[in-house]
């Protein structure tokens, strides 16, 4: 079954009120964006070391505010790169291994 094609509910014979069942999708979108924060942070920190030495031209301030962005700069960057590969491994996974869906409808969960 492809992703376009939606499955007829089995109890209620509709297709307008079914949807996928995506709890791995969740899954990985948070475990994937968890991920990515800490790789991006921890790839950062050379980044928060070049931010520091380019802030240093303002003393005292200026290093610790570029330490800081360059850190969180990647640990967000990260975050979200990680969130969208998870949710795409997830989609995968459920759509194509688990094939749960739902009715809702009349509330029907079955499998293709």
Do not use: W
């Not at 070391?49 to 005292?60: A, F, K, L, N, R």
């Not at 995968?92 to 969960?109: A, L, S, V, W």
């Amino acid at each position: 079954m492809s992703e376009q094609e939606k499955p007829v509910c089995p109890k209620c014979n509709v297709v307008d009120h079914v949807v996928l069942v995506n709890t791995i999708q969740k899954a990985g979108t948070a475990v994937g964006g968890v991920t990515g924060a800490v790789t991006g942070y921890v790839g950062a920190e050379s980044g928060a070391t070049v931010g520091g030495v380019i802030g240093s031209v303002i003393p005292v301030v200026g290093t610790g505010v570029g330490i800081i962005a360059g850190g969180v700069t990647g640990a967000v960057l990260g975050f979200f790169t990680g969130a969208a590969v998870g949710n795409g491994v997830g989609k995968h996974i459920d759509t194509y291994i688990i094939g749960e869906y739902r009715c809702n409808k009349c509330g029907n969960e079955f499998e293709v």
